[in-house]
C-alpha cells in the first residue's frame, strides 16, 4: 500500500495532495498524512516544490475542515443521524464531543495535528452546537498549518524513511486519541457517580 501511494504522488503530486487532504477532513478514510511526508520527500528531492506542496496541503484541509463545519450547520440532526448510525462513527462523534467540551476553542487547534482522528468529527460537532464560525475558522487555521508543517517538514527531512516515520506519527497519533477517549469517558463516569449520589442524598 505504501508503494503505491508513494507511486501515485510521484506522478499526480501536487493535485493529489490537495484532494486527499481535502477528504481527510470530511473523515473519509484517505492517508493524508502519508501523502504529506511524501510530499516532503518529492520536495527534498527537487521533483515538487515545497511552497506548492505546503500551500496545496493547507488550503485542501482549510476548505475541508469549513466545509464539514458549514455542512453540519446547515443539515444539523440529519448529519447527527449519520454520524450516530454506525458504532465506530457514534464513538468517535461522543469522544469528539467531550473532547470540545473539556478544552473549548483549543480542541479545534490540537484535533487538527495532536489528536488527528478527531479531527473530522470535531469540525462536525462545531457546526452541531452553534460554535461561532469566525473563531472555528481561525484556530482551525493555526492547526493546520502546525499539521502540515509537521508532516511536510518531516518527509522533507527524513525523505529516506518515510514509511517509518509515517508509521511512528501514525502510532503516536493513536495512542494520543486513545488517551484523550479515556479521560474523557473517566470525566463522563465521575460526572455521573456525582449526580447519583447527589440524587440519593435528596431522596
Not at 473549548?104 to 487538527?112: A, P, Q, T, V
Not at 460554535?131 to 492547526?143: D, I, S, Y
Not at 524513511?161 to 502510532?171: D, E, F, R
Request: a positive charge; charged letters at 15%; aromatic letters at 12%.
Amino acid at each position: 500500500m505504501t508503494d503505491l501511494i508513494l507511486s501515485l504522488a510521484a506522478d499526480y503530486g501536487v493535485p493529489l495532495l490537495f484532494v486527499i487532504t481535502f477528504l481527510s477532513c470530511l473523515a473519509l478514510p484517505v492517508p493524508s498524512s502519508l501523502l504529506m511526508l511524501a510530499g516532503g520527500g518529492f520536495a527534498a528531492a527537487g521533483d515538487l516544490t515545497l511552497a506548492a506542496v505546503v500551500a496545496a496541503a493547507i488550503s485542501g484541509a482549510l476548505i475541508g475542515d469549513n466545509l464539514g463545519f458549514l455542512i453540519a450547520r446547515r443539515m444539523g440532526l440529519r448529519l447527527d443521524d449519520w454520524l450516530l448510525r454506525r458504532p465506530r462513527r457514534a464513538a468517535l462523534r461522543a469522544q469528539s464531543e467531550a473532547y470540545m467540551d473539556k478544552w473549548g476553542s483549543s480542541s479545534i487547534f490540537f484535533s487538527r495535528w495532536l489528536v488527528a482522528p478527531f479531527g473530522p468529527y470535531v469540525n462536525y460537532v462545531s457546526g452541531l452546537s452553534g460554535v461561532n464560525w469566525p473563531r472555528f475558522a481561525l484556530w482551525g487555521m493555526a492547526g493546520e498549518i502546525v499539521w502540515v508543517g509537521l508532516y511536510v517538514g518531516l518527509g522533507y527531512g527524513f525523505a529516506d524513511n518515510i514509511a517509518a516515520i509515517s508509521s511512528l506519527l501514525g502510532n503516536l497519533s493513536g495512542f494520543l486519541a486513545a488517551l484523550v477517549a479515556a479521560a474523557g469517558l473517566g470525566l463522563w463516569m465521575r460526572h455521573a457517580i456525582r449526580v447519583r449520589a447527589a440524587a440519593r442524598r435528596h431522596a
